[in-house]
């Protein structure tokens, strides 16, 4: 089992930043790709962002790149997401999540890649 905590939401105005944190623990964070998801009200839960377990390769959903930028600390079992120029359409609850399984040098970009999820921080970006 892993467990995975999320920090760093809250309510920003537009063109603002934020950092997401998210603080992993259960088994060996460093062998595991880590990703980043939202969900707006009454939407599905997408994509936002991925690494791969030793930061090689990151993958960022085509409408945030430039502006979203995943990082991690396998040293402290942390990964961020560092927003910027926020926008209220990026108003959502934002989930980490640990892969289901051992990857080399890549990232899942789908819900169905990821078995481990957090509670969820919500992002607010006031017009």
């Known amino acids: 089992q892993v467990q995975l905590v999320e920090s760093g939401g809250g309510l920003v105005q537009a063109g603002g930043s934020l950092r997401l944190s998210c603080a992993a623990s259960?088994?060996?964070?460093?062998?595991?790709?880590m990703g980043w998801f939202r969900q707006a009200p009454g939407k599905e839960r997408d994509f936002v962002a991925a690494?791969?377990?030793?930061?090689?390769?990151?993958y960022y959903a085509d409408s945030l790149k430039g502006r979203f930028t995943i990082s991690r600390d396998n040293a402290k079992n942390t990964v961020h997401l560092q927003m910027n120029i926020l926008k209220p359409e990026d108003t959502a609850v934002y989930y980490c999540?640990?892969?289901?399984?051992?990857?080399?040098?890549?990232?899942?970009?789908?819900?169905?890649?990821?078995?481990?999820w957090g509670q969820g921080t919500q992002v607010t970006v006031s017009s």
């Open positions: 999540a640990a892969a289901s399984r051992l990857t080399s040098n890549t990232a899942p970009t789908n819900n169905d890649g990821y078995g481990y």
């Open positions: 259960g088994r060996t964070f460093s062998n595991y790709a």
């Open positions: 690494i791969s377990r030793s930061s090689t390769n990151k």
